[in-house]
């Protein structure tokens, strides 16, 4: 059973920077396509980035120069190193891992418990 744990939220300023983590246990991180996704106040799960099983990145257009996601297999960790936060980022950040196919979709077989990112001035 493959596990995720995020850290690394908190509270920012508008332009700050934040680096997720995304812990992986259970399994390869070669193995799986890993997302991160993050859930607005009354809205379902929203894709951010993901890293495809290949390696390469994808963005959603809301993060596209700002964020970047990374995964280091050496300690199993998947990060989403996010700058220029504005207030709009503001939500629980998810990280989600999925075999099925090479790529993220909305339908990930597993998911951590989130972590959560505050932008504010």
């Known amino acids: 059973q493959l596990q995720l744990v995020e850290s690394g939220g908190g509270l920012v300023r508008p332009g700050d920077s934040l680096r997720l983590s995304c812990l992986v246990s259970?399994?390869?991180?070669?193995?799986?396509?890993i997302g991160w996704f993050r859930q607005d106040p009354g809205m379902g799960q929203k894709g951010v980035a993901c890293i495809k099983m290949n390696g390469s990145p994808d963005y959603s257009q809301a993060v596209y120069g700002r964020f970047t996601i990374s995964r280091d297999t050496s300690k199993n960790t998947v990060y989403l190193q996010m700058n220029d936060l504005k207030p709009e980022d503001t939500s629980v950040y998810y990280c989600?891992?999925?075999?099925?196919?090479?790529?993220?979709?909305?339908?990930?077989?597993?998911w951590g418990n989130g972590t959560r990112v505050t932008v504010s001035s």
């Open positions: 989600a891992a999925d075999r099925k196919h090479s790529f993220c979709t909305s339908n990930m077989d597993y």
């Open positions: 259970g399994g390869l991180l070669s193995d799986y396509a």
